[in-house]
């Protein structure tokens, strides 16, 4: 299976490819933080960072996309432009009928390191020896897309929500229910309990 995690943010965002290997293993693709310069206005950012994310489905086809879940944070301003970035990848996934997932960073934290309180630092070491590459990617926000990529490998491995390869026709995908899983696990656990409760 292919994953493109996406660290969403206006003015970085990060992207990063994994394939995902037996026994819980890994192999990088790619990665890359797309930038957009502060001094543009907010819908010419949004446009750059959509032709980006385009080009990388095109290039690399993933199967699922899993993107950080946007939370809560004194600063307004960066709050808003990562939910702006958050929310335009999910679009682009949803358009070509890819699955999409989202991760909160403690998720991903404890996922990489054993600790939903790891610093990027820990993180980034972590990325580096589980894809077994020769020097850490950088800046943070490509080890954290790296990140969030392993984490859904790990964790999310795809729901019957978003299963690789089904229903990637969005009409298709829209009818049958699937519109990518924004759930957490508990989320999807707790609507998996109503669903059976009916």
């Not at 192999?27 to 206005?41: C, E, G, I, N």
């Not at 996934?93 to 403690?106: D, E, F, I, K, Q």
């Amino acid at each position: 299976m292919r994953i493109l995690g996406v660290d969403p943010g206006l003015t970085r965002c990060g992207l990063g490819v994994i394939d995902t290997l037996p026994a819980r293993k890994a192999k990088m693709v790619a990665v890359d933080v797309l930038r957009t310069p502060s001094a543009d206005s907010v819908d010419l950012r949004l446009g750059a960072i959509a032709e980006a994310f385009d080009t990388w489905l095109d290039t690399y086809r993933p199967d699922v996309v899993a993107i950080e879940r946007v939370f809560a944070r004194n600063d307004v301003s960066t709050i808003m432009g990562t939910a702006q970035a958050s929310g335009l990848t999910m679009g682009l996934a949803a358009r070509r009928g890819l699955p999409v997932a989202m991760h909160t960073p403690s998720e991903v934290k404890a996922a990489i390191t054993g600790s939903g309180r790891a610093d990027k630092k820990q993180v980034t070491s972590m990325v580096t020896r589980i894809l077994g590459l020769d020097a850490p990617p950088k800046p943070a926000d490509a080890a954290d897309a790296l990140a969030i990529a392993i984490c859904h490998s790990w964790r999310g491995a795809l729901s019957a929500q978003s299963t690789p390869g089904k229903n990637k026709d969005l009409t298709e995908r829209k009818a049958g229910g699937r519109q990518g899983s924004g759930l957490t696990k508990a989320q999807q656990q707790w609507a998996e309990a109503m669903r059976r409760a009916r």
